[in-house]
């Protein structure tokens, strides 16, 4: 399969190479008129002809192949309003055209539907779903507005629970995607112990989820890739934005300087009073302490025309202290920091660079004291890389990519028992990848991509060779047939636990430790249905070969080889996912289908036979609907309705009546492996958004609304309980809910 | 097209439906049996699986009229010697050896238990190597002092892994009046400064700590001494009562490390999703259960009051 991929490659390059011939191009920056922020994706479209380009995660965008003449050059982006230049080139003549758009307001009333529909094409790629911070704002929310909960909304994403952030795309767990912060690789992204994640909805420009089939850009994961960026700053005027929410409350500032812009938005739990109120009256298991924070911030400094660099920083923690008992205390304190150092340049117009120095760090510290027994667990991830791309226009629609990414990345793992370590593991390995692609426009129909990723691992030394390949036929009644296929290999794996990411703990491959590595097969069409709604639809088929996990039956890793820590298995997931989308109007929104499923084999489970994971789900439904009551109030409604998760079902039990090392029976069930079905869940959140102005100095938007408004008890799990009080050797089944009543959140913001 | 829409939303409808039914209970015969290195080979219980609808009752699940023995295997696999066991006659499914013969350490024995339906259920232990007992037999140390209880034991062996562990604690005089705090807050809700009376507490709620053992421990997790012997030292948060208790340090074979890794993946202790109970590893055949085998030292022990 890799050698006919290679084979390919080599053609979509000798093929684009033969097309390309001297000719003129047009090129530049897209930028919101308001801020001068960079857009990302934004589309340039030469009229009348089928010419266009995107820009780029710097915004940039080059459009080549020209004849000598005028043209009418249109941007659009979803959320500005489309503009119209009428540019003029000789042959030969690189053009530059920096173009600025103006966003819109709250109504949309004035929108150029021609042009918003050409800017949602471009949304329309293949496995690729992208989120607007104000999208994010608006949707309801528990206490907090959240970049992942609001992509679990998207088809083909699922959560684990009301309770958790992750993200589980497309059959995949949540260490099979790649989570990038201004390209930089955040380890731990939630906060809350999972609750929500890390992204400061304030600070962020950008989020886009690769569900799958991703180019050969992105690598080191098997499964999907979200990709953050923080806003650049203001480059027009200082701004800023106070909001204040039951849970924390945030601070965002940005603007200009002489060289260029900066930004920094801070958040921090704002819990205290309510903890203090709470022990005053003698409520029980109120931490003495508990916070988080994060900071983002982010500076610009343009050298010239052509040349920017950026330094971009994140720092996030998450505290606990709390005491229970005669002498049971706990100290938790995890969190991340990353830093990038990025610098783009453009050698000429055809010719963009970046490059990136990066950092990350996650560090988790979980110290007990039990009757002064001191146990512990300290975890800590430094990855420090380097990454640098070239991005070249060959010619008409033909644009080579090329790149390389290396690092060091450090794990250290203690536990410490009765202030003992019996438990040590460091693992310190240099790793890299380097990767070409390529897109070419094989003719006005025919769209066609390719690449290669080369990657390497040093603990193990494993090297794996990644081909990707992708094609789309545009029919002439517009409608897209789009097909991907990558291989996709992954060195790391998680430690997680769905009820709890305080803990979470990154491993590596090694000696004994094969890479993961998986198949993916995407076919999708995308369409406009009349009134321009926006048609999706996507099937997927993907292997997970070589998975490694920790052991889940491992008792005590301490003098065990590092290959006996793990147990290895096989997984796939295959699915069809359906999206229909209204961009402009009144009522705007989303409407996503998933019938998906997946499946997981390991020795030790089920009996070697595959199984259900807990977060697979058969029928995932969710409909998000935005509606402008007025001017001035919107009214935001997210329902989601999905097949009950997998569970087991004991079917039988013994107990062991003799134990010698307990004084009561202990049980054991015999039960079909996750062969049964919580209840379907289904769930509607509702909430209202009030736009105006606060004593004639600032804007604000009061947010008042509810969660699961009519109080669905949907099933978390079940638990056994096998010493319930009514009668010794009865066994009692337990549910354990997830948000089981109505809960209301109100926010308030300031901008200025 | 209109047909096939229609099959389409009735697939989708029907499989919506998919919440798979839960399987039924099959009876299963059951074997429980621990033997220890130099003492009489212990008695095996016979019973059979349960549905989980009313209480288990494991001597009305007993299997009475089944033939049982333990063979002890030479290394070449064929019997060196054979254990007969006779139905107790008191327990419905319990079975005693007919002999006072002593279990030998580092020697594989197989149960075999013929059963009144025909069937035949076995299941094998590879018995741990001895283990000594170096210092102490007895000891007194204060709750909570910087002087913690060490044990040191001449290692145990097995073949192909390190020792596993587990260390035992019974409290010869588990009386409430005796709790240390932390339990006794934690059973109880009775803080260090409150005044309260034993007489009037749950005595049932002490049935979890009448005895109290830690999960399978490596031997890597212990001090290792330049002699090969291994230091153990008794956490603190192990003991429950004040007063004499009884230590017991136990090597394990495969199959009892076996049934408390998977039961605590059962009970919810492992890395799977809340809700997945994977079964216990199947270490008997023809049934379920665990024939297991140990090596034991056991010393006594006063926890004094600070």
Not at chain 1, 142 to 158: C, T
Not at chain 2, 7 to 36: F, G, K
């Amino acid at each position: 399969m890799s050698r006919t991929a290679a084979i390919l490659f080599l053609a979509l390059v000798i093929t684009g190479s033969a097309s390309a011939r001297q000719s003129a191009s047009v090129s530049g920056f897209v930028r919101d008129a308001e801020t001068r922020e960079t857009l990302i994706l934004a589309n340039v479209l030469v009229q009348g002809t089928s010419s266009g380009a995107a820009t780029n995660t710097s915004g940039y965008y080059v459009i080549d192949g020209l004849s000598a003449g005028t043209y009418r050059i249109l941007a659009s982006y979803l959320g500005y309003r489309s503009a119209v230049f009428d540019v003029t080139v000789a042959a030969g003549e690189a053009r530059r055209l920096d173009i600025e758009l103006e966003p819109e307001g709250l109504t949309t009333g004035e929108v150029v539907v021609e042009a918003d529909r050409e800017s949602v094409e471009e949304r329309q790629r293949l496995g690729v779903a992208r989120l607007t911070t104000a999208a994010i704002r608006q949707l309801p929310t528990v206490l907090e507005p959240d970049v992942f909960r609001s992509l679990q909304l998207l088809p083909g994403v699922k959560a684990a629970s009301d309770f958790s952030s992750g993200l589980y795309v497309r059959g995949g767990s949540p260490d099979q995607t790649l989570i990038l912060l201004d390209r930089t690789t955040v380890y731990n992204p939630s906060h809350l112990f999972g609750f929500f994640s890390t992204f400061n909805p304030d600070a962020i420009k950008d989020v886009r989820l690769f569900k799958g089939g991703f180019p050969a850009e992105y690598g080191g994961r098997i499964g999907s890739v979200v990709d953050v960026y923080n806003k650049d700053g203001n480059r027009r005027e200082t701004r800023g934005r106070l909001s204040v929410g039951l849970l924390s409350s945030r601070a965002f500032l940005e603007g200009p300087y002489s060289r260029g812009s900066w930004m920094v938005a801070v958040r921090r739990s704002t819990l205290e009073p309510l903890f203090a109120g709470l022990r005053s009256a003698d409520v029980e298991g109120i931490p003495n302490a508990f916070y988080f924070y994060d900071v983002n911030a982010k500076v610009n400094i343009d050298l010239g025309r052509g040349d920017k660099v950026s330094f971009s920083g994140y720092a996030g923690q998450d505290m606990l202290d709390a005491s229970f008992l005669e002498g049971l205390d706990i100290g938790l304190t995890y969190g991340n920091r990353t830093f990038s150092a990025d610098w783009t340049h453009l050698f000429s117009e055809r010719l963009f660079s970046e490059l990136t120095v990066t950092a990350s760090r996650y560090a988790s510290d979980a110290d007990f004291s039990i009757a002064r027994t001191e146990v512990g667990r300290n975890n800590s991830v430094y990855d420090l890389t380097m990454k640098g791309d070239l991005e070249y226009v060959h010619g008409e629609g033909h644009t080579v990519k090329g790149g390389f990414w290396v690092g060091m990345f450090t794990m250290r793992l203690a536990n410490v028992f009765d202030a003992r370590e019996n438990f040590a593991s460091r693992i310190h390995a240099p790793y890299g990848s380097a990767f070409v692609q390529q897109s070419w426009k094989a003719s006005e129909r025919w769209n066609l991509g390719g690449g290669l990723r080369l990657s390497w691992f040093g603990e193990g030394n494993h090297v794996r060779l990644e081909p990707r390949a992708s094609a789309e036929y545009v029919t002439r009644q517009g409608v897209r047939l789009q097909a991907a296929y990558g291989r996709y290999a992954q060195y790391l794996t998680l430690i997680s636990s769905e009820v709890f990411s305080g803990l979470d703990t990154w491993l590596t491959t090694g000696r004994g430790v094969e890479p993961a590595y998986g198949d993916q097969f995407v076919v999708g069409v995308k369409s406009f249905l009349p009134g321009s709604i926006g048609f999706e639809w996507e099937a997927y088929y993907r292997t997970m070969r070589d998975l490694f996990q920790l052991d889940p039956f491992l008792q005590d890793p301490a003098g065990v080889d590092y290959d006996r820590l793990f147990h290895f298995g096989y997984g796939r997931a295959y699915g069809t996912e359906l999206t229909l989308t209204r961009s402009f109007g009144r009522a705007t929104g989303f409407v996503g289908y998933t019938l998906g499923a997946t499946r997981r084999r390991f020795d030790a489970i089920n009996e070697g036979a595959y199984y259900p994971p807990k977060y697979d789900r058969l029928h995932d439904l969710t409909a998000v609907v935005n509606y402008d009551l007025s001017s001035k109030w919107r009214m935001t409604t997210a329902f989601t309705y999905a097949t009950g998760q997998a569970y087991t079902e004991p079917a039988s039990q013994y107990r062991l009546v003799d134990f010698p090392f307990t004084a009561e029976e202990q049980p054991a069930l015999v039960s079909p492996f996750n062969a049964a079905r919580l209840p379907d869940y289904h769930r509607l959140d509702i909430g209202f958004t009030n736009r105006g102005r606060f004593f004639g100095f600032a804007d604000y938007e009061l947010q008042l609304q509810v969660i699961n408004a009519y109080a669905r008890r949907n099933v978390w799990f079940y638990f056994f309980d096998f010493d319930p009080d009514e009668a010794a050797g009865l066994v009692k089944r337990e549910t354990v809910p997830q948000i089981p009543v109505p809960v209301p959140n109100i926010a308030f913001s300031l901008s200025f | 097209m209109r047909p096939i829409l229609a099959l389409l939303v009735l697939a989708l409808l029907t499989s919506a439906c998919d919440t798979t039914r839960p399987s039924d209970h099959v009876s299963e015969p059951v074997v429980e049996a621990y033997l220890i290195v130099g003492e009489a080979f212990a008695p095996v219980r016979l019973t059979r699986t349960d549905d989980l609808d009313g209480v288990y009752d494991a001597e009305a699940l007993g299997i009475v009229g089944a033939s049982v023995r333990v063979v002890e295997l030479a290394i070449d696999g064929s019997p060196a010697r054979t254990i007969d066991y006779r139905a107790s006659g008191v327990t419905r499914g319990l079975y005693l050896p007919v002999s006072d013969e002593r279990v030998r350490a580092a020697v594989r024995y197989r149960l075999e238990a013929d059963l009144p339906d025909g069937s035949r259920l076995s299941a094998e232990t590879v018995v741990p190597g001895e283990l000594d007992l170096i210092e102490p037999e007895r000891f007194e140390t204060v709750y909570q002092s910087t002087d913690q209880f060490e044990i040191r034991v001449g290692p145990s062996t097995y073949p192909g892994r390190q020792e596993i562990y587990v260390l035992s604690l019974q409290p010869l005089d588990p009386d409430p009046a005796n709790l240390t705090p932390f339990y006794l807050d934690a059973l109880y809700g009775i803080g260090p400064d409150e005044t309260w009376d034993p007489a009037s507490l749950d005595v049932t709620k002490l049935e979890d700590i009448l005895l109290a053992s830690s999960p399978p421990i490596n031997a890597a997790s212990f001090e290792r001494l330049p002699d090969q012997s291994i230091r153990i030292r008794l956490p603190w948060f192990s003991v429950a009562f004040f007063g004499p208790v009884r230590v017991q340090v136990n090597a394990i074979d495969d199959n009892i490390n076996d049934f408390f890794r998977y039961q605590n993946a059962q009970l919810g202790g492992s890395t799977l999703s809340p809700g997945e109970l994977p079964n216990i590893v199947d270490t008997v055949d023809g049934g379920r259960g665990v024939f297991g085998s140990m090596a034991r030292q056991t010393v006594e022990l006063t926890i004094l009051r600070p």
